[in-house]
């Protein structure tokens, strides 16, 4: 119908075109042919690469544009001469950017408080984008009391984009004595919060209670009731053990997520019994919506868990770090390196894209714009490199595993910026180009330059 309506008022549109004097020809060409040239133009594309899209069901040889901060158009083949540049992916795998969905990035420098704007947390920008990571979630380092401090101080200066669980504790996760009060532990202040904040704020964080009290579970889920966002649950240290059957089939809901999924520490029941068995409610616990995140950290990863589950089909359904300086340096060391565990303890490198893409985007509530490479998304890319060889990995208790393949990153894009580029295959040859001398640094320029 619009091509006939456009054909019927072609001879109108000649019409007017021969009353226009030829300088307004020449300025509305002008303003027409830039416009026309840009629609055929992308900012760069990526050629050749093995894209793995968990959505869209990709799984082979595609390239992918970019133009602005978008995903613009993914095809079998598309020309080298539409792109202003061309990044060689072949042999490589591109996926949407990971997400890092259990991290510690309240980052300061308070005298014991853990967690929670202190020395334990981490700056994210230095710990994701060089692995990856373009969105990490920082996992209840604050509560309703200090979520604005968290947010003036790690969300609004990291280029890594940062969400966050909000801690029932109102002052977040400082560690003993205030992660045991009770009276800290306000679901209706926690969801007002999360009404102020929904851009930032994906879901609630109960950690690290100690006490035989299911009080703290019964807080935080209200409180994720209220404000129609997951709980993420750091379950154990009571004495004695309280039930993750319980908490898996009566307390949570589905769509909650279990973090620690492999640990085997004090106070905290292990998924796996003495022999190794996975315990039959951890599968039901799955089929009724309960997310198993990995959530590896410094002491919640343990091989004589993790691959007696796996070896049983049990898979978790993402892929997190528990980033902080007690893990970056020990078995967990960073995203990649994690995934690379499930992915010698069986996983396909499908399901391990998948549990650090696309299911931790649905999982919070962000998978609209984020965890798949869909046109129209933001363009938050990773271009990783499959190592095959011989690697040893660690678990928390110190013990290794020997592995064949090991994943790492050539490339990150985030929201169509090249932030890492480990090889330089974005960059020109510096002989190729003509580079200018960089510009001073005009706060320290009135020094340098002579009198007048």
Not at 74 to 95: E, F, M, N, Q
Not at 274 to 280: A, R, V
Not at 284 to 304: K, Q, Y
Request: hydrophobic residues 40%; glycine residues 10%; aromatic residues 8%.
């Amino acid at each position: 119908m619009l091509c006939v309506r456009f054909f019927v008022a072609m001879p109108y549109l000649f019409y007017l075109w021969d009353l226009l004097s030829s300088c307004r020809k020449i300025c509305l060409l002008t303003l027409i042919l830039p416009l026309a040239c840009s629609a055929q133009s992308y900012d760069f594309l990526l050629k050749g690469g093995h894209l793995i899209d968990a959505k869209n069901g990709l799984n082979g040889n595609f390239d992918i544009a970019i133009q602005g901060d978008r995903i613009a158009a993914v095809a079998r083949s598309i020309p080298k001469s539409k792109a202003k540049k061309v990044v060689d992916a072949t042999d490589l795998y591109v996926t949407p950017g990971l997400i890092d969905l259990h991290a510690h990035l309240f980052w300061g420098t308070s005298e014991d408080a853990y967690l929670a704007d202190s020395y334990s947390s981490l700056p994210p920008d230095g710990f994701t984008l060089q692995y990856g990571v373009t969105t990490a979630v920082d996992a209840g380092g604050a509560g309703w009391r200090n979520f604005e401090q968290f947010k003036r101080q790690t969300i609004d200066k990291s280029q890594t984009r940062v969400k966050a669980f909000l801690n029932i504790v109102g002052s977040g996760m400082r560690g003993d004595p205030d992660e045991q009060d009770l009276n800290d532990m306000n679901p209706k202040l926690a969801a007002m919060i999360v009404y102020q904040y929904p851009e930032y704020i994906v879901g609630i964080k109960l950690a690290h209670f100690k006490g035989p009290d299911w009080t703290p579970v019964h807080r935080a889920v209200e409180a994720g009731q209220w404000a129609k966002i997951p709980v993420m649950v750091d379950f154990g240290r009571a004495q004695p053990t309280l039930s993750i059957e319980r908490l898996f089939l009566k307390e949570l809901n589905p769509g909650d997520i279990f973090t620690h999924c492999f640990a085997n520490a004090l106070g905290r029941e292990s998924i796996v019994d003495e022999s190794g068995t996975l315990k039959p409610f951890v599968t039901e616990a799955i089929d009724r919506g309960i997310i198993m995140d990995v959530g590896h950290g410094g002491g919640s990863f343990r091989w004589n868990v993790a691959a007696p589950a796996l070896k049983q089909g049990m898979r978790p359904q993402t892929i997190s770090t528990d980033l902080h300086s007690g893990s970056m340096n020990k078995g967990m060391k960073n995203q990649l390196n994690v995934m690379s565990k499930l992915l010698n303890l069986g996983m396909s490198l499908e399901e391990v894209i998948e549990a650090s893409t696309w299911k931790p985007a649905q999982v919070v509530g962000i998978d609209k714009e984020l965890g798949h490479l869909s046109v129209g998304a933001l363009a938050d890319i990773a271009v990783l490199r499959r190592k095959e060889g011989k690697f040893g990995f660690i678990d928390v208790a110190g013990t290794r595993l020997d592995g064949e393949y090991k994943l790492e990153c050539e490339l990150t894009v985030l929201g169509g910026e090249v932030v890492w580029d480990h090889n330089g295959l974005a960059s020109p040859a510096w002989d190729e180009v003509d580079i200018p001398p960089s510009p001073g640094r005009p706060e320290v320029q009135h020094f340098i330059d002579p009198p007048q």
